[in-house]
């Protein structure tokens, strides 16, 4: 068993991962439906990770794939997530929350907006 572990969408800053794994938390790769990165995140488990962490635009389907039904996109590339209550975490410059907010719409609590400079500690609030 593990005492705590990261996954994260490709492109997550390298040396936090790095500094992480260091110090004992181990990472896991993730992927969209899209990249191919790692392990699908709709195929993580329970218990599986402590958080999951990425860049904003990983999440967001390609503007053909955008319609009304972009909420059950989300919510289908996220579904284990939601289900498990593991947290994702969500890169976005803090000035561009508000808009980011207006793309995904209500998400509930497991989906954070974090800003780069505060990354760090809130994936520690979740190890």
Request: charged share 20%.
């Amino acid at each position: 068993m593990f005492l705590a572990r990261v996954g994260y969408f490709e492109g997550t800053d390298p040396l936090l991962l790095s500094t992480l794994a260091a110090e004992g938390v181990e990472t896991l790769p993730l992927a969209n439906t899209w990249d191919g990165h790692g392990k699908y995140v709709n195929h993580l488990t329970k218990g599986e990770v402590n958080v999951v962490v990425g860049y904003f635009h990983k999440i967001i389907p390609v503007e053909q794939e955008r319609t009304a039904m972009f909420q059950l996109i989300l919510d289908s590339l996220l579904s284990a997530c939601k289900i498990y209550e593991i947290p994702v975490l969500l890169i976005v410059p803090a000035n561009m929350h508000q808009k980011a907010k207006a793309i995904i719409g209500d998400t509930g609590k497991f989906l954070h907006l974090v800003s780069p400079e505060e990354l760090e500690a809130q994936i520690r609030k979740h190890l």
